[in-house]
């Protein structure tokens, strides 16, 4: 089995713990903005403390963004809009699952990996394989049947 794929499952669980954690959260304090706010809170300061650490290893990378006022503004666009994207997609999916389980919400929700594919090999022109539509067509069917 490659690498990759170990990373891979262990996301399983790390999203898992993600999911049904938000969920009680989410459950418990009735859907308040702030609890996916304020987790927002907390991992800006675990990836500030991370990102000191990482620079005091010795990034190579650093200097790119080191100085906000001399990085391209390609990269600070491109980061601020993934990271709205990060907190739009998250508060929407927080109320998803105030309305429903953690578990359809997931299902559904993960299937962004079909655009992406999609759009990937389209982008970087790799090639989908014939048993990788049948998976691309059990995802969305998928999605059709948790739905009803």
Known sequence: MEGWVYYAFSIIILYAIWA??????VKKYKNCACISLQTYIFAGIIAFILF????????????CVSDI????KILLI????VAFVIILANRTWTKAVSLSNAGFVSAISNSYVVIVTILSAYLFKTKIKPLQYLGIGSI?????????
């Open 20 to 25: 049904l954690g938000m969920e009680i959260l």
């Open 52 to 63: 000191y650490y990482h620079i005091k290893k010795g990034c190579d990378h650093y200097h």
């Open 69 to 72: 006022f001399s990085a391209p």
């Open 78 to 81: 491109g980061l601020i809009i």
């Open 140 to 148: 969305i069917g998928g999605c059709y049947l948790l739905s009803r």
